[in-house]
Nanobody, 126 residues
Framework: QVQLVESGGGLVQPGGSLRLSCTASGLTLEDYNVAWFRQAPGKAREAVSCIYNKNSGKIYTDSVKGRFTISRDNTKNAVYLQMNKLAPEGAGTYYC???????????????????WGQGPQVAVSS
C-alpha cells in the first residue's frame, strides 16, 4: 500500500521552529520528486518547497527562502522540511506529496502530484 505519513506539526511561537517529516511506504521515495504544500483556511494550497528525485535539486517559494530547508534521508525513506523563523502567515495545514516526473516549470502545481500525506497542522501564535 502506497502511503505518505507525516509528523512534526504543532504549535510554535512566532520566530520558532518546527521540523516536518514525510515517511513513505510502498515506494522508494528517493525515486520521486517530493513537495511540501501549505493550505491556510479558505485559501488554495500553496507550494512551499520541492526536492527532486535522487536529491538532484531543491526549490523554494520566495517567501520561505533562507528560513526553510528541505532534505532527504534515504535510509529512512523520508523527506523533511525544517521550518525556522515561523510567522503567523506560515501557519496552515502542511502536506507532503510525491510525483515521479514533475519538472521545475510545474513543481508548484498541486494537481500533478500523485500521493499525499494526511496534512498535519502548523499553528503559529504568541
Amino acid at each position: 500500500q502506497v502511503q505518505l505519513v507525516e509528523s512534526g506539526g504543532g504549535l510554535v511561537q512566532p520566530g520558532g521552529s518546527l521540523r516536518l517529516s514525510c515517511t513513505a511506504s510502498g515506494l522508494t521515495l528517493e525515486d520521486y520528486n517530493v513537495a511540501w504544500f501549505r493550505q491556510a483556511p479558505g485559501k488554495a494550497r500553496e507550494a512551499v518547497s520541492c526536492i527532486y528525485n535522487k536529491n538532484s535539486g531543491k526549490i523554494y517559494t520566495d517567501s520561505v527562502k533562507g528560513r526553510f530547508t528541505i532534505s532527504r534521508d534515504n535510509t529512512k525513506n523520508a523527506v523533511y522540511l525544517q521550518m525556522n523563523k515561523l510567522a503567523p502567515e506560515g501557519a496552515g495545514t502542511y502536506y507532503c506529496a510525491d510525483e515521479q516526473y514533475v519538472g521545475s516549470a510545474s513543481w508548484f502545481l498541486a494537481s500533478l502530484y500523485d500521493v499525499w500525506g494526511q496534512g498535519p497542522q502548523v499553528a503559529v501564535s504568541s
